[in-house]
């Protein structure tokens, strides 16, 4: 599976859209874009995720650049629940019989009042 | 979004002690669920993969005789940390996704082990 660059760490305003990006440059034809979560001491929660076309769901939306090199989670007027470590993986799709989730470092996310 | 659950969500254990850590797909049937660790301000490491029905896929560097994995059922997967010790203290995740869905997988809460 191709691997994933973010950024370590960003700030955003309360109610103001959060912008976080993904460079994934080596990434296959037939490999998914995913985003997941992680606030404190609890399990991933699954965001969103696409192949190529821009994706958008009561969460978030992902915008997939048309080389399909790097994308931009945007959470559109954050939170402070919204605090947490965003994971960009990206994975071969088809069903769950093979496709693992490998994690990178992520971006940690402060929503700040 | 589908439900998957982990028992027990805190553990504590004396060295040299067996634990066993259930993950659970409630709402979906899962043939492969995935089982990960997390140590504190660290991402997440992929251990094995745990197929129904067969043996286990372990990760380069995880012990298949020290982590044993069993998913005797489509909702059900154990992961057993056997003789325990406190460098095996650590976060464990597991994560399943629906057999007929396309993509998307969903993680348990967790399972924090101490062992002392």
């Known amino acids: 599976d191709a691997k994933t660059t973010q950024p370590p760490s960003m700030d955003c305003a309360e109610g103001r859209a959060a912008n976080l990006p993904c460079n994934h440059s080596?990434?296959?034809?037939?490999?998914?874009v995913y985003w997941y979560r992680q606030i404190h001491s609890q399990g991933p929660q699954y965001i969103i995720h696409?192949?190529?076309n821009n994706e958008t769901n009561e969460m978030a939306s992902l915008i997939i650049t048309e080389d399909r090199k790097s994308s931009t989670l945007i959470l559109p007027h954050a939170t402070l629940r919204d605090t947490a470590v965003y994971y960009c993986?990206?994975?071969?799709?088809?069903?769950?019989?093979?496709?693992?989730?490998?994690f990178g470092q992520g971006t940690e996310l402060s929503v700040k009042p | 979004g589908a439900v998957v659950s982990q028992h027990p969500s805190r553990v504590i254990c004396k060295s040299g002690t067996s634990v066993k850590i259930e993950c659970r797909s409630l709402?979906?049937?899962?043939?492969?669920m995935f089982w990960y660790r997390q140590f504190p301000k660290k991402s997440l490491m992929l251990m094995a993969t745990?197929?129904?029905?067969?043996?286990?896929?372990?990760e380069q560097g995880v012990e298949k005789d020290k982590f044993l994995i069993n998913h005797a059922s489509l909702t059900l997967s154990t992961l057993t940390v056997t003789s325990a010790h406190p460098e095996d203290s650590s976060f464990y995740i597991c994560?399943?996704?629906?057999?007929?869905?396309?993509?998307?997988?969903?993680f348990g809460p967790g399972t924090r082990l101490t062992v002392l």
């Open positions: 994560s399943a996704g629906p057999a007929q869905s396309t993509d998307t997988q969903y």
């Open positions: 080596t990434i296959s034809g037939n490999e998914y």
């Open positions: 696409g192949l190529k």
């Open positions: 993986i990206v994975r071969v799709g088809g069903g769950n019989q093979g496709g693992k989730l490998i």
């Open positions: 709402d979906f049937q899962a043939t492969t």
């Open positions: 745990s197929n129904e029905g067969s043996k286990a896929t372990y």
